[in-house]
């Protein structure tokens, strides 16, 4: 009988589900709460749903490196005492497999403990930040109201001080994104080298009170990133770093993107063909399709009554991977840069087409002026490579010579 073939996944774990110690106006997962009106007394995660995770995780994971990535809400709520746990299950668990945690955090509740800990099991920090203070502290603010600005600063010197590995992720909504250079350069200052830029797209109903006046035909958030100021951001910062500081600051988009136009995975769901069976486990053990579909639609099942390696390969799961590609429009099917899109995340797919269908990317124009920009330096660097040089040459190219592309 011919063996099922076993999918890779990938999970991102919520120890606190929804739960935060910020209010950020535009996180979509704080409205989770009502999915789990019990966790008000219970929100943590069991230590035997993080014990059968685990062991569950590693048993999934096809090679030899396995990577735990701890999100929330804000899971540094969860304690110390919670991931050393973790750490210790996972060694314990290992099978000779090499485990590596990392953990997204909106860095407020961070000291020398926590850098202490994070240091001595080499654990990757991801933090967040908008942009300068006056931009972070828009949307970023404490359950009080207040910027949150100095406090995430704070907790980012903390671990810097402990050398302890970080990168940044920066939301890009209507709050910053007409600021580019000024975020990158921020960004540079606070001495990231890895930087992901996340665009902030929330589809709302008619009428609603959040609805942004300024895009009158599609229904969204105030802090929804306008599409084709997305792109102009994206653009404004690659033309910098092209210059400045390419093979020095790793930024996701621009890596996914070069990574496409050589023919190779982009490694990032959004942009690759199908949905990448990129999880999402909450503090109960519900696991779900992914991070932005935690709904009751799309929930797989429950940890503790089936394994992670069933749920993930089951035809509910392997259906929505490839809905990504099967309900691909014809307006991005006959797009020249479709290897490198893909139509994106399927949950912007709120515009319409010209048939009035609901199927088109909201960030579309966003994402096509980015593409077309910045083709002209990913031939070069693409032909760089093929001919044995490193990628990053381009910048020596542009320095010497401002007309060469
Ligand atoms: S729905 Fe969007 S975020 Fe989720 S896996 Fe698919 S592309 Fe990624
Ligand atoms: S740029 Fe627009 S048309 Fe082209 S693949 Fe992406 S979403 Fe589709």
């Not at 654990?123 to 930040?129: D, H, W, Y």
């Not at 088109?360 to 031939?379: H, S």
Request: glycine residues 6%; proline residues 4%.
């Amino acid at each position: 009988m011919k063996k099922a073939t076993n999918i890779a996944c990938h999970v991102m774990a919520k120890p606190t589900g929804s739960i935060c110690n910020l209010d950020c106006h535009y996180c979509f997962y704080l409205e989770k709460e009502a999915l789990y009106p019990e966790r008000v007394s219970a929100w943590k995660m069991p230590e035997d749903v993080l014990r059968e995770y685990i062991r569950q995780y590693i048993e999934n994971q096809p090679s030899n490196y396995v990577d735990f990535l701890w999100q929330g809400g804000e899971p540094l709520m969860m304690g110390i005492e919670f991931f050393a746990k973790a750490v210790e299950i996972s060694t314990e668990l290992a099978k000779g497999k090499i485990i590596r945690h990392s953990i997204q955090t909106n860095g407020v509740l961070i000291n020398d403990n926590w850098a202490n800990f994070f240091k001595k099991n080499n654990i990757l920090i991801g933090i967040s930040i908008d942009g300068p203070q006056k931009l972070h502290d828009t949307y970023r603010v404490t359950r009080s109201g207040k910027g949150s600005y100095q406090k995430v600063l704070a907790g980012l010197e903390t671990i810097k001080k402990h050398h302890v590995e970080f990168n940044i992720l920066t939301v890009v909504g209507s709050h910053n994104v007409d600021h580019p250079i000024e975020v990158y350069q921020h960004l540079k200052a606070l001495g990231a080298k890895h930087i992901q830029f996340i665009p902030l797209v929330e589809e709302v109903y008619p009428n609603n009170k959040e609805a942004n006046p300024h895009i009158t035909n599609l229904h969204v958030t105030k802090w929804t990133t306008p599409a084709l100021a997305y792109g102009k951001f994206l653009t404004k910062i690659f033309n910098k770093w092209i210059r400045e500081d390419i093979g020095d600051i790793f930024v996701q988009t621009f890596d996914s993107t070069f990574a496409s136009w050589n023919g190779l995975p982009s490694g990032v769901c959004v942009t690759s063909r199908t949905c990448g069976h990129a999880l999402a486990l909450e503090a109960n053990g519900d696991l779900y399709q992914c991070d932005h579909y935690v709904e009751k639609a799309h929930k797989l099942g429950n940890i503790k009554e089936e394994t992670i390696s069933k749920l993930n390969n089951s035809a509910q799961a392997i259906s929505f991977g490839k809905n990504k590609y099967d309900h691909l429009s014809q307006h991005c099917k006959q797009c020249q840069y479709q290897f490198a899109c893909f139509g994106g995340c399927p949950k912007h797919r709120f515009a319409t087409d010209d048939n009035g269908i609901k199927n088109i990317n909201y960030l579309c124009d966003g994402y096509f002026y980015f593409f077309d920009q910045t083709a002209p330096y990913m031939k070069a660097m693409k032909d760089l490579l093929l001919a044995g040089y490193s990628p990053s040459c381009i910048k020596t190219i542009l320095s010497s010579n401002s007309q060469a592309l």
